[in-house]
């Protein structure tokens, strides 16, 4: 705050705190000289982010990424290698990061971070937050059934918040996937969409058509795990029969 409003008069002020024990104080003040504090702060603040960035210290690493989250677009090159980083506290701080900035050029790293168990939630707040630009490349995900199935099933939750024709035309395309749980979040996602998109129902036909093949496959594999369970029964298929119920 102080250095948005003094600009660079505030740059005597933050570099002592650069050193500072708290990390919270050396970040805020570090993001100050790079925002707000011209040439000089530009200079001093570069060297300390630079520091930070090729650290092989994985706190350090962590502290350049909750750096560059303050700096918007102008983050972005340096974020993009900390999304890839070895260590998992720094890809998550990335990613954490990569919401802030909100590059569309984001997009492909934070594919990759989707696909990481350590990373998919915080990535997929990220992409959302991208919005329209991120729709074309999750529908394609979707729509491939190579993409690994943990991140199939996060795509119809971040789709359902950008309002787009992309994002609809996707969701409604993958409510006919074989795999019934993806079916069921697409058609979660779609109800949340239309409202966003202030589209008309779907026809009565179509709704109708979905309905009864999610009772027919319900009720056959219902039908088929009773007279299975006794010799095949196992936690997994238990699961996955409770599911449906």
């Known amino acids: 705050?102080?250095?948005?409003?003094?600009?660079?008069?505030?740059?005597?002020?933050?570099?002592?705190?650069?050193?500072?024990?708290?990390?919270?104080?050396?970040?805020?003040?570090?993001?100050?000289?790079?925002s707000h504090g011209g040439l000089d702060g530009a200079m001093?603040?570069?060297?300390?982010?630079?520091?930070?960035?090729?650290?092989?210290?994985?706190?350090?690493?962590?502290?350049?990424?909750?750096?560059?989250?303050?700096l918007g677009g102008q983050g972005y090159r340096q974020l993009r290698p900390l999304l890839a980083d070895k260590h998992p506290s720094v890809r998550r701080a990335a990613v954490r990061s990569a919401r802030g900035i909100g590059d569309k050029r984001l997009v492909e790293p934070l594919i990759g971070a989707l696909f990481d168990?350590?990373?998919?939630?915080?990535?997929?707040?990220?992409?959302?937050?991208?919005?329209?630009?991120?729709?074309?490349?999750?529908?394609?995900?979707?729509?491939?059934?190579?993409?690994?199935?943990?991140?199939?099933l996060q795509i119809p939750r971040i789709?359902?918040?950008?309002?787009?024709?992309?994002?609809?035309?996707?969701?409604?395309?993958?409510?006919?996937d074989p795999d019934s749980h993806l079916r069921l979040r697409c058609y979660a996602a779609l109800s949340q969409l239309r409202s966003r998109l202030n589209r008309p129902?779907?026809?009565?036909?179509?709704?109708?058509a979905w309905v009864l093949r999610e009772v027919k496959?319900?009720?056959?594999?219902l039908a088929g795990w009773s007279a299975a369970k006794e010799r095949f029964g196992s936690p997994l298929l238990d699961e996955a029969i409770e599911f449906r119920e």
Do not use: M
Request: a negative charge; charged letters at 20%.
């Open 1 to 34: 705050a102080l250095s948005a409003l003094a600009t660079d008069d505030a740059n005597d002020a933050l570099i002592p705190l650069l050193d500072d024990d708290a990390r919270f104080v050396r970040s805020a003040a570090l993001a100050g000289l790079l």
């Open 44 to 70: 001093v603040g570069g060297a300390r982010l630079l520091k930070l960035t090729q650290s092989s210290e994985a706190e350090d690493r962590v502290e350049a990424a909750c750096v560059l989250e303050s």
């Open 117 to 152: 168990p350590l990373t998919t939630n915080t990535a997929s707040v990220a992409l959302a937050g991208i919005g329209v630009s991120a729709a074309p490349r999750l529908v394609a995900l979707l729509l491939d059934r190579e993409t690994p199935r943990t991140a199939r």
């Open 159 to 176: 789709l359902r918040v950008i309002p787009c024709e992309a994002s609809w035309v996707g969701l409604h395309r993958a409510a006919s």
């Open 201 to 208: 129902p779907l026809s009565l036909h179509e709704v109708r």
């Open 217 to 221: 496959e319900t009720y056959s594999v």
